[in-house]
């Protein structure tokens, strides 16, 4: 998207939930089931769930996402599944997160149509603010501090840039990047509606504990 792009109408879903957005990736996860490790977030209050799954065939992509979507829409979750919107489609998910390189939002909203959730990830604010126009219903900001979880090749925004975009964009912000239980109070505090982790849960000694005191800290803010 880009500064001249219409401006194409959110969606009617309910909104994303406040509190954490897990991102469920099988190569932080190691041997943990994602269903077990979903079943436990979902135990603790967790509702917001990203499956992100970037080298592996469409058919394991898919049939992971008909086991999880059932079971977090079943607890009043919302399940978006990162870049393939025809997996989103088929397995009947909440909607899409995109990158800056995959389908365009307008194509993702008329693919998904307007009772999808469409996220879209983020580094700057020019992007951030061609998201909003855009007509996305959430974006992701970061990385906010240093991590490994993505592989991250963009700049370090941290705290202020957070702040910055908070300032000037109106849709919910899922800050994004070296984010744990120790740092999330500090990001809930800069503007992120729903603070986004990976590793911090997905690869703690135990995962229970570690949402237990993320979700601590984020109420503790609320």
């Given at each position: 998207m880009t500064k001249n792009s219409p401006h194409f109408p959110a969606s009617r879903c309910p909104p994303l939930p406040y509190g954490l957005y897990l991102i469920l990736d099988p190569s932080a996860a190691g041997r943990r089931s994602l269903v077990e490790l979903v079943e436990i977030a979902l135990a603790a209050g967790v509702r917001a769930f990203q499956l992100r799954m970037k080298a592996v065939g469409t058919r394991q992509l898919y049939d992971l996402a008909a086991r999880l979507c059932p079971l977090v829409?079943?607890?009043?979750?919302?399940?978006?599944?990162?870049?393939?919107?025809?997996?989103?489609?088929?397995?009947?998910?909440?909607?899409?997160?995109?990158?800056?390189?995959?389908?365009?939002?307008?194509?993702?909203?008329?693919?998904?149509?307007?009772?999808?959730?469409?996220?879209?990830?983020?580094?700057?604010?020019?992007?951030?603010l061609d998201a909003e126009r855009g007509g996305a219903d959430y974006i992701g900001f970061g990385p906010i501090f240093p991590t490994v979880s993505k592989g991250e090749r963009e700049p370090i925004v941290g705290l202020e840039g957070l702040r910055a975009v908070r300032r000037h964009v109106q849709i919910p912000i899922v800050a994004i990047g070296g984010i744990g239980p120790g740092n999330v109070a500090d990001v809930v505090e800069a503007g992120s509606n729903t603070p986004a982790m990976i590793s911090a849960i997905l690869s703690a000694p135990d995962p229970a504990v570690a949402i237990a005191d993320t979700l601590a800290a984020i109420r503790g803010m609320r």
């Open positions: 829409q079943g607890h009043g979750g919302r399940f978006i599944v990162n870049d393939r919107c025809d997996v989103a489609l088929a397995v009947g998910a909440d909607g899409v997160h995109l990158g800056q390189d995959d389908l365009l939002l307008p194509d993702a909203r008329q693919i998904l149509g307007h009772e999808a959730l469409i996220g879209i990830s983020t580094h700057t604010l020019t992007q951030a």
